[in-house]
């Protein structure tokens, strides 16, 4: 029952930024974890970055000082604001909900390219 649908995704220069968003319906939003995660061609899926229920933020370091999670609890949407994006960020991004083992949920993907 709980779905999450990403939009924002698109071809970018590097250099350029991007927003992306996620609308979470079926859910307690407000007690999920979410995050981003993205999945190059080849590679593992990564963490982008995760906002917590209490509000405290966590992002990788390859993410650290250009990407910034925010949330809107009233709005259900989780953002992802990408900036001075590089060609190494070209992946699909997927928004994640997260409370436990047996609970979470995935969006099915917007694909971010960035040119070099």
């Known amino acids: 029952q709980v779905q999450l649908v990403e939009s924002g995704g698109g071809l970018v220069q590097a250099g350029g930024s991007l927003r992306l968003s996620c609308v979470v319906s079926?859910?307690?939003?407000?007690?999920?974890?979410m995050g981003w995660y993205r999945q190059a061609p080849g590679k593992e899926r990564e963490l982008v970055a995760a906002?917590?229920?209490?509000?405290?933020?966590n992002y990788p370091d390859s993410a650290k000082g250009r990407f910034t999670i925010s949330r809107d609890n009233a709005k259900r949407t989780v953002f992802l604001q990408m900036n001075s994006l590089l060609a190494e960020d070209t992946a699909v991004y997927y928004c994640?909900?997260?409370?436990?083992?047996?609970?979470?949920?995935w969006g099915k993907g917007t694909l971010v390219t960035v040119s070099s």
């Open positions: 079926g859910s307690v939003f407000g007690l999920s974890t």
């Open positions: 994640n909900a997260y409370r436990a083992a047996t609970w979470n949920y």
């Open positions: 906002v917590y229920s209490g509000g405290g933020k």
